[in-house]
Every structure is written in C-alpha cells, then in structure tokens.
C-alpha cells in the first residue's frame, strides 16, 4: 500500500508540473484528492490493514496529502502569476502615442450671428421676444396694414396651411402680437426667428432664411431715434468707422419707410466686389410703425409712435463671412461648418 501511495504521489505530481491551465490543475485535485479519488480509496481500504499498521499508514496518507496540496497550491499561484503578467503587457498603454483628436463643435455661424445681434440690441435695453412660425395670416398681413388682396402681399409669397394660416413670411407679425399683449404701454424688443417663403432656391434664395426684428414704440419716439439707432447697430457689427444712409423706400406697415445701407466694409466706400462697385451695402428696412397699425393693436397713435427694422440674418453671416451660397447654411457639410469652429468673431 505504501509503493502504490508513493505512485500516486508521484504521478500526481508530475501531472501538477505538467499542467498549464488552472482548470485543468482543478481537474488534477479532483481526481487525485476528491472523495471518488484513488487516495480516499485507499483510505477506505485501511480497514483490512492490521491493527498496528493502521496509524502509520494514516500519517502517511495526511502527508501525501499535505505535499499534494502543496505543489498544487503553487502551481496555482505560479499560472496566477503568469495570466496577470500577461493580461498587463496586453494591456500596456504606450504614452509615446499621439492622442487621439476630439471633435469640438460649435454653433452654427447663423446662430453667432443673432446671437451677436441680440448682444447688441440687449446692451442697449432690448428684450428678446419670439413668436410663431406657423402663423395666422391676420398676424402676418392684416395686423401688419396688408388687407386681403393688398398687391405688397405678392412680395411675400407664401405657403399656406389653410385659408387663415401660413408659415410666417417675415418676423414682423411678433410686432402685431407683442403690441396685442402689452395693450398700450411701451415696447423695446427685438424678435429672431426662422421664416419661410415660397421661393426657388439658388445662390441667393432659400426657401427658408432667418430674419431679426426690432421694435420700440413709446411717447415721442422719432426718426431720428431709429437712426440713431440703426448707426450705433452698424458701427458695432461691422467696425466703428461705418457709415450709413437712409433710402426711402415701402412698406405697408411703416410709413415713412427706409433701407438702411452701410459704407462697404471691404473697400470703404471706394467700390469693390462685395458692395458692387456702389461703396454701399444694403443691410436692412425700416421706417415709422404706420398709424394703422399702432391702431389696429390698440394703441393711441396720436400719443404713441414707433419705429420698427427687420433684417435678414443669413444677409448679414454671408457679407461678414464672405460666403457666396446661401445653400451652404442649410445643407449641414461639415467642410463648410466646421470652418467657423475657430473663427473669432
Ligand atoms: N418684414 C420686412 C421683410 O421681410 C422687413 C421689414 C421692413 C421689417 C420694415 C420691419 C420694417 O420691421 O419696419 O421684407
């Protein structure tokens, strides 16, 4: 018994050192230590031994045992050892790399646009005020002095909805709506917003575009404001020595009415590409909120005047981007937004 012990021993061993998986060392203790192992068999077997050989032979199996358990129990930590070696150099992070590049965003160069413009209207007193762009034509026309059939209604084609209800052709109805809600008292906003109409796209045309509106109406409120007004919004948007002229012009709901032009930026007024050999640039209409219209949203227009602009915002990204494409704005090419990520402004 102790020779067929001692080979046991042996080839158990020899099987530990052999092994290169931890599940197959598990596989080895089972087999060599597990209850249906051939050493607890021979434990069972002790009965038949005479007395007296009994201990010894008990001693000796515990340290068979014991020696068994200890080899496995190196092995073990050796392949323990050796997985973790390997799983960290699988894992080395090599510094010298160069880092990967992050893709930063930024807003769209319309979006800096207004947001510039509403800066400058802010800094003077202006609340920002928005409304629908899908709107009643009594808001988008009526309110606005255009009566059904009025002919300036055909500057604006438009998409309809139904009978009464359109996408807003321009941000001038929020006017008719903040006069509506503030009944009568004074007014100082400015509204940006998208509007919409039925035009054939191409390099200057876009069937939808944005539009700033301004609005101020109180006690006393004169041309010269407006101009005022319109001078110190030029000279902080396109630089400090811009000059600007008033044109007459009309609109139904500003009577008189005028288009505000700006001293070419590029050229300075001596004729260039940008102002096409003019010296100007036109940015935007105005004029005095037509009595009519004061009156039909409720305000005395003995005792209240205004003045009202609108200008377009893709108008002004183009001439102070250079961009030639109203397109470009809309057909989301990275190549061409991501060409404002680092533009200062
Ligand atoms: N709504 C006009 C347009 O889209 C622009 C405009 C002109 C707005 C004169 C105004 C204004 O507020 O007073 O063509």
């Known amino acids: ?91 080395t992070i090599d510094v010298t790399l160069p880092g990967r590049e992050v893709k930063v965003g930024n807003h769209h160069p319309i979006t800096r646009v207004a947001e510039e413009i509403e800066d400058i209207f802010l800094s003077m007193g202006y609340e920002i005020a928005e409304g629908p762009e899908v709107e009643k034509d009594f808001y988008n026309f009526e309110a606005l002095n255009l009566p059904p059939d009025h002919p300036a209604r055909d500057m604006q084609d438009s998409f309809y909805i139904s009978e009464e209800t359109l996408l807003r052709t321009h941000t001038s109805p929020v006017q008719a709506r903040v006069m509506e809600q503030k009944k009568g008292e004074p007014i100082k906003i400015i509204c940006p917003g998208k509007v919409y109409r039925r035009d054939s796209d191409d390099a200057t045309h876009s069937h939808q575009f944005s539009q700033i509106e301004g609005l101020v109406v109180g006690e006393n409120i004169r041309m010269s404001d407006l101009k005022g007004t319109l001078d110190l919004f030029a000279k902080k948007m396109f630089g400090a020595d811009r000059e600007i002229r008033l044109r007459p012009s009309f609109f139904p709901f500003t009577e008189p009415s005028v288009e505000m032009d700006i001293s070419c930026f590029k050229c300075g007024g001596d004729g260039c590409n940008v102002c096409k050999q003019t010296g100007w640039i036109e940015i935007l209409g105005g004029g005095m909120v037509h009595p009519n219209v004061l009156e039909m949203a409720g305000y005395d227009s003995k005792t209240m005047t205004g003045f009202a602009f609108g200008m377009g915002q893709e108008r002004i990204a183009m001439l102070r981007y250079g961009i030639e494409d109203i397109r470009n704005f809309f057909t989301n090419d990275l190549r061409f937004l991501s060409q404002f990520n680092h533009t200062e402004l």
């Open 1 to 91: 018994m102790e020779t067929k012990l001692q080979a046991l021993k042996e080839e158990a061993i020899a099987k530990i050192k052999a092994t290169l998986d931890t599940k197959e060392l598990n596989d080895i203790r089972v087999k060599y230590l597990g209850k249906k192992g051939p050493i607890t068999d021979l434990l069972k077997g002790m009965g038949k031994l005479p007395a007296e050989e009994r201990p010894k032979m008990g001693q000796l199996v515990n340290v068979i045992r014991q020696e068994v358990t200890t080899f496995l129990e190196e092995k073990k930590e050796e392949l323990e050892a050796k997985a973790l070696e390997e799983r960290l150099a699988s894992e």
